[in-house]
Nanobody, 125 residues
Framework: EVQLVESGGGLVQSGGSLRLSCVNS????????MGWFRQAPGKEREGVAT???????NYADSVRGRFTISKDNAKNILYLQMNSLSPEDTAMYFC???????????????????WGQGTQVTVSS
């Protein structure tokens, strides 16, 4: 059975850093597109970063240069390194996966079949 479990969230001051992890089972990163999404109360779900099976990374404009997505294929772990955090980054962060996602839908959550339960990130000013 496919499962994804996020961890690493917490409370951090503005300008600080956090690293999120997503451990999955039931599939291999080498055959799936992976992504990080976030959602704050009252706001729509937002794509943050994605990584293709071969390793190419893609970022939303709002996080490019501050966040880095990476993965450990052997351990089935997806990471999101978040630097220079601001209160605007406060949200529940989710990891997601699907066997294939076309580039036009990389940041469309509806394109992903498998989801974790999320980990909360709170950035204080």
């Amino acid at each position: 059975e496919v499962q994804l479990v996020e961890s690493g969230g917490g409370l951090v001051q503005s300008g600080g850093s956090l690293r999120l992890s997503c451990v999955n089972s039931g599939f291999t990163h080498k055959s799936h597109c992976m992504g990080w999404f976030r959602q704050a109360p009252g706001k729509e779900r937002e794509g943050v970063a994605t990584i293709e099976p071969h390793g190419d990374a893609n970022y939303a404009d709002s996080v490019r240069g501050r966040f880095t997505i990476s993965k450990d294929n052997a351990k089935n772990i997806l990471y999101l390194q978040m630097n220079s955090l601001s209160p605007e980054d406060t949200a529940m962060y989710f990891c997601a996966a699907d066997a294939w996602v076309t580039s036009s839908r990389w940041f469309d959550g509806d394109a992903y079949k498998f989801w974790g339960q999320g980990t909360q990130v709170t950035v204080s000013s």
